[in-house]
């Protein structure tokens, strides 16, 4: 079943004379429901051995879309999915133009991560044991799911209508670096010690009379309290947190975008309460920021979304070949998929065509999307050499491939850096160089778009 609502107005908080001086825009604002109808696969845990059983709540794809004073427009998507491969999200976007005449470097497409989520086609192909009944249901639920997001897209942009944008940041403090140091090597787990970015900025959207329209509200942390054992669909803690918001202030659209969470868990974990304690203490750090003075966004809106090609260090074919011998069936299954491509190929490729977007509203504040499951190290390092009073890390958008790891992440090792690729169906691991052209390329793009 296909649901598409508008959102209407409630009043809430109060911002002050001076702040209400950030006029001339427009917001308009829609989502639709995306859960499964039938038993699907569930995305995220290769330990799985069953399709999902009913749900906890609802997933939802949502959409904001922004109309500066000169008549430029962008759209955020949301999905509470684990993430949208590169052509599915080219295949939106290609459908978003064709019917709605928006450019693709307008349209941002994310993810929320969750791991109590669907399989989506092309994405961690080599992950699942999957039976030809499943791919059908996968591939026809992504069909499904496309068009959803470009019709969702299409109302948004009809529901366009005077707006006042501000831009305020909380914090909250479960999420936890996962990357455990030991005498083995690092391993997925606790590490106190390890960096971590606990801020939640948020955008807070009003009507022209103040009254809230929606609210988008990032974290860096994977959407997983939620473990393997979990076969229910569920948004984890980012779907908590949505629904706790929505229901605080009802008729209002609540987005959730991931942040620079690739290395960080929930902490702790594995219940179902955990689940929902911690989307509510997201929902009070969103509550206790938009209580609080907000910046108001004036001026124009700019986007742009270039591609940098990233290099990869690839192993021998004679490697790939020896991994046939091995027990592992995730290792073997990625080894086949390699030498199939060396013997079409002659080769496998060395590079990867990386997107970044950018989207500058006004001067207050300045969004970056990145591609691929990031790592904190490129959130933190961004807020040390850009302005991060203004400054958005959003990533798992436009195109979630494989897992960005840093120079330290893998000089380091661990699964970060090497063993998510197989999953990822990657013919091998970025070289250091990835992290500097990737932020040297952001730094390119943010100074370009500042007004």
């Given at each position: 079943m296909v649901v598409f609502l508008l959102t209407s107005f409630v009043i809430t908080g109060s911002i002050s004379g001076k702040e209400r001086s950030a006029k001339g825009w427009k917001a308009g604002v829609a989502k639709v429901v995306i859960t499964p109808e039938k038993s699907i696969w569930m995305a995220g845990y290769g330990?799985?051995?069953?399709?999902?059983?009913?749900?906890?709540?609802?997933?939802?794809?949502?959409?904001?879309?922004?109309?500066?004073?000169?008549?430029?427009?962008?759209?955020?998507?949301?999905?509470?999915?684990?993430?949208?491969?590169?052509?599915?999200?080219?295949?939106?976007?290609?459908?978003?133009?064709?019917?709605?005449?928006l450019p693709r470097d307008k349209l941002l497409l994310t993810s929320s991560h969750t791991h109590t989520g669907p399989v989506i086609r092309n994405s961690l192909i080599d992950m699942y044991d999957l039976t030809p009944e499943q791919t059908d249901i996968i591939s026809q639920y992504t069909d499904q799911l496309e068009d959803q997001i470009v019709t969702l897209v299409e109302t948004a942009l009809k529901s366009l209508s005077p707006a006042r944008l501000f831009f305020g940041k909380g914090e909250v403090d479960f999420a936890i670096n996962r990357r455990e140091p030991t005498p083995d090597g690092i391993k997925i787990g606790v590490n106190p010690g390890g960096p971590v970015d606990h801020t939640v900025p948020v955008l807070r959207v009003e009507d022209g009379q103040g009254k809230l329209r929606a609210?988008?509200?990032?974290?860096?942390?994977?959407?997983?309290?939620?473990?393997?054992?979990?076969?229910?669909?569920?948004g984890d803690y980012?779907?908590?947190?949505?629904?706790?918001?929505?229901?605080?202030?009802?008729?209002?659209?609540?987005?959730?975008?991931?942040?620079?969470?690739?290395?960080?868990?929930?902490?702790?974990?594995?219940?179902?309460?955990?689940?929902?304690?911690?989307?509510?203490?997201?929902?009070?750090?969103?509550?206790?920021?938009l209580s609080q003075p907000m910046r108001p966004i004036a001026g124009s809106l700019k986007s742009q979304l270039e591609y940098v090609s990233l290099p990869l260090s690839l192993p021998p074919r004679g490697e790939f070949e020896k991994r046939l011998e091995e027990k592992d069936v995730f290792r073997k299954r990625h080894a086949q998929r390699m030498l199939r491509l060396f013997d079409e190929n002659g080769k496998l490729p060395s590079n990867y065509s990386y997107p970044i977007q950018i989207c500058q509203l006004g001067q207050e504040l300045t969004l970056v999307a990145l591609a691929g499951e990031v790592v904190v190290d490129y959130a933190l390092r961004l807020q040390k050499e850009l302005n991060a009073r203004s400054l958005w890390t959003v990533a798992y958008a436009n195109d979630v491939f494989a897992y960005i790891p840093s120079a330290r992440v893998l000089k380091e090792g661990g699964y970060e850096a090497y063993q998510s690729g197989i999953y990822y169906g990657m013919p091998g691991p970025f070289t250091e160089a990835v992290e500097d052209i990737i932020v040297d390329k952001v730094k390119t793009m943010v100074e370009r778009a500042q007004p």
């Amino acid at each position: 079943m296909v649901v598409f609502l508008l959102t209407s107005f409630v009043i809430t908080g109060s911002i002050s004379g001076k702040e209400r001086s950030a006029k001339g825009w427009k917001a308009g604002v829609a989502k639709v429901v995306i859960t499964p109808e039938k038993s699907i696969w569930m995305a995220g845990y290769g330990s799985r051995k069953k399709p999902s059983e009913g749900k906890i709540h609802d997933l939802y794809a949502k959409a904001l879309a922004l109309e500066d004073p000169g008549g430029h427009r962008f759209v955020v998507v949301t999905t509470d999915l684990i993430g949208l491969s590169r052509s599915v999200a080219d295949k939106i976007a290609q459908d978003v133009h064709r019917r709605s005449a928006l450019p693709r470097d307008k349209l941002l497409l994310t993810s929320s991560h969750t791991h109590t989520g669907p399989v989506i086609r092309n994405s961690l192909i080599d992950m699942y044991d999957l039976t030809p009944e499943q791919t059908d249901i996968i591939s026809q639920y992504t069909d499904q799911l496309e068009d959803q997001i470009v019709t969702l897209v299409e109302t948004a942009l009809k529901s366009l209508s005077p707006a006042r944008l501000f831009f305020g940041k909380g914090e909250v403090d479960f999420a936890i670096n996962r990357r455990e140091p030991t005498p083995d090597g690092i391993k997925i787990g606790v590490n106190p010690g390890g960096p971590v970015d606990h801020t939640v900025p948020v955008l807070r959207v009003e009507d022209g009379q103040g009254k809230l329209r929606a609210v988008v509200m990032g974290y860096a942390c994977h959407n997983t309290t939620l473990t393997g054992e979990f076969y229910q669909i569920s948004g984890d803690y980012a779907g908590f947190a949505q629904s706790e918001l929505e229901q605080k202030f009802p008729e209002t659209t609540v987005l959730f975008v991931m942040g620079c969470g690739a290395d960080a868990n929930p902490n702790p974990r594995s219940t179902l309460e955990l689940a929902k304690q911690h989307g509510s203490s997201l929902a009070d750090a969103v509550s206790r920021a938009l209580s609080q003075p907000m910046r108001p966004i004036a001026g124009s809106l700019k986007s742009q979304l270039e591609y940098v090609s990233l290099p990869l260090s690839l192993p021998p074919r004679g490697e790939f070949e020896k991994r046939l011998e091995e027990k592992d069936v995730f290792r073997k299954r990625h080894a086949q998929r390699m030498l199939r491509l060396f013997d079409e190929n002659g080769k496998l490729p060395s590079n990867y065509s990386y997107p970044i977007q950018i989207c500058q509203l006004g001067q207050e504040l300045t969004l970056v999307a990145l591609a691929g499951e990031v790592v904190v190290d490129y959130a933190l390092r961004l807020q040390k050499e850009l302005n991060a009073r203004s400054l958005w890390t959003v990533a798992y958008a436009n195109d979630v491939f494989a897992y960005i790891p840093s120079a330290r992440v893998l000089k380091e090792g661990g699964y970060e850096a090497y063993q998510s690729g197989i999953y990822y169906g990657m013919p091998g691991p970025f070289t250091e160089a990835v992290e500097d052209i990737i932020v040297d390329k952001v730094k390119t793009m943010v100074e370009r778009a500042q007004p």
